[in-house]
């Protein structure tokens, strides 16, 4: 039997994504064959693993499957949050022999677009920054905008963790003082979009993401309700390498 990495084996087989994995790895929680692992060690699917004490069984072929999230506000992306606040796993479907595994998180305040797989693989890929994949973002902000701040916006501008500018940022309209613009970026950085207006001194009310990929929040799917992606939607993303 061919041998692979330690955090491949163990997302494919949907314990977590191989960046989670890796940080298990690193903290001591994963045990081969009664040895704690080390980050890069290969298996052949053959060796007890167990995480946290817990048994993992590699020989279950847990079907892919993707899941579209409309997460509300107030939310956390976590599995478990010592504040007790609602997570984005409160209500979702039981998963046989796995578990959902979110691509990428949005923040507290944040609502919209959240992918869910079974596929850790998968879900590291579409999170990878070599996929280059657009997260689209419907943002509502108070008070008029300069046209030097959304020039800025889409130049760049210096934050804490390095330059970035949206791709495309256009106005769609508003009222009084609300102003709407869509924005779309190709990174997960935390609260990317909130910083960028923030370093033009404009305020951020409402942010919604409307679009991860190809892949559209559904019209008509309310927040914290969640459906199953099409066959179709899954293949194309399983085709990302």
């Known amino acids: 039997m061919t041998d692979e990495k330690l955090q491949k084996v ?3 087989a949907g314990a977590g994504s191989r960046r989670e994995v890796e940080t298990w790895i690193q903290a001591g929680r994963i045990s081969v064959d009664g040895t704690r692992a080390l980050l890069g060690q290969r298996v052949t699917g053959r060796e007890r693993i167990l995480i946290d004490g817990q048994p993992i069984v590699l020989r279950t072929v847990v079907r892919q499957r993707v899941l579209l999230y409309h997460k509300p506000e107030g939310e956390v992306c976590t599995r478990k949050d010592p504040e007790k606040r609602p997570t984005i796993f409160d209500h979702l479907p039981i998963v046989r022999n796995g578990r959902w595994i979110s691509v990428g998180r949005l923040d507290l305040n944040t609502s919209g677009l959240i992918l869910l797989t079974t596929d850790g693989e998968l879900a590291n890929r579409l999170m990878h920054p ?7 973002y419907a943002m509502r902000v108070l008070g008029p905008v300069s046209e030097e701040a959304l020039e800025a916006l889409r130049t760049g501008v210096s934050l804490e963790d390095g330059s970035a500018r949206f791709e495309r940022l256009r ?5 009084g003082s609300n102003r709407w613009y869509h ?17 033009q ?9 409307i679009r991860f990929g190809s892949v559209l929040l559904p019209r008509g799917l309310r927040r914290g309700r969640w459906e199953e992606a099409p066959p179709e939607v899954v293949a194309a993303l399983a085709k990302l390498n």
């Open 183 to 199: 924005g779309i970026l190709k990174e997960g950085r935390h609260r990317e979009a909130r910083r960028l207006w923030e370093s």
């Open 171 to 175: 106005e769609i309209g508003g009222e």
């Open 201 to 209: 001194g404009v305020k951020v009310s409402r942010l919604i993401r």
């Open 10 to 12: 163990l997302a494919r």
């Open 130 to 136: 070599k996929q280059g994949l657009e997260r689209e």
